[in-house]
T-cell receptor, first 115, second 115 residues
């Protein structure tokens, strides 16, 4: 069965802290994505990666960075957390080349609260 | 500007009522369209998708959607809802941007079905 695992379901951090959100997929997928989900705004794409060590900015990359050192792992980094980054963060993966139009598989999400 | 519009943010229905959730997108050319569902406490999962061919597509759990190209719409329907359909529903459109294939989501519609 397909599995996308996000390491932390709930996190509480303080303003200015560095935050790491980890995502691992066991499907050997080439493409991985980070979205944030906010009420009334749906899912917005932060960053995506189409291969190891490759990354591209999504629609709202400001304040975030990512790392993909291994195919199965895609990390989202908040260098200095701010209260407006309080949100639900969703990781997803997809097989094939970047022009693949196949299904995205999602993790269960990481709810981050920044105080 | 929002590229994928879902007209209803909250819908409340009684069991056995019919459901139609609206989705419009603003991209021209070829599009691939999706509906995802998020049940309470669960991860997002694919409900159905349209790539080409018959514009009426059927998904899981009795859901269907109709692609109307002239109206840039991809509305989700179900003839008779059940309490277990209570969830948040997201319409999504594949967008080719900068040579990359990105999935853009609408704001979501929360559906509550009362017994």
């Amino acid at each position: 069965d397909v599995k996308v695992t996000q390491s932390s379901r709930y996190l509480v951090k303080r303003t200015g802290e560095k935050v790491f959100l980890e995502c691992v997929q066991d499907m050997d997928h080439e493409n991985m994505f980070w979205y944030r989900q906010d009420p009334g705004l749906g899912l917005r794409l932060i960053y995506f990666s189409y291969d190891v060590k490759m990354k591209e900015k999504g629609d709202i990359p400001e304040g975030y960075s990512v790392s993909r050192e291994k195919k199965e792992r895609f990390s989202l980094i908040l260098e200095s957390a701010s209260t407006n980054q309080t949100s639900m963060y969703l990781c997803a993966s997809r097989s094939g080349t970047l022009r693949n139009t196949g299904e995205l598989f999602f993790g269960e999400g990481s709810r981050l609260t920044v105080l | 500007a929002q590229s994928v519009s879902q007209h209803n943010h909250h819908v409340i229905l009684s069991e056995a009522a019919s459901l139609e959730l609206g989705c419009n997108y603003s991209y021209g050319g070829t599009v691939n369209l999706f509906w995802y569902v998020q049940y309470p406490g669960q991860h997002l999962q694919l409900l159905l998708k349209y790539f080409s061919g018959d514009p009426l597509v059927k998904g899981i759990k009795g859901f269907e959607a109709e692609f109307i190209k002239s109206k840039f719409s991809f509305n989700l329907r179900k003839p008779s809802v059940q309490w277990s359909d209570t969830a948040e529903y997201f319409c999504a459109v594949n967008r080719i941007s900068g040579g990359y294939n990105k999935l853009i989501f609408g704001a979501g519609t929360r559906l509550a079905v009362h017994p």
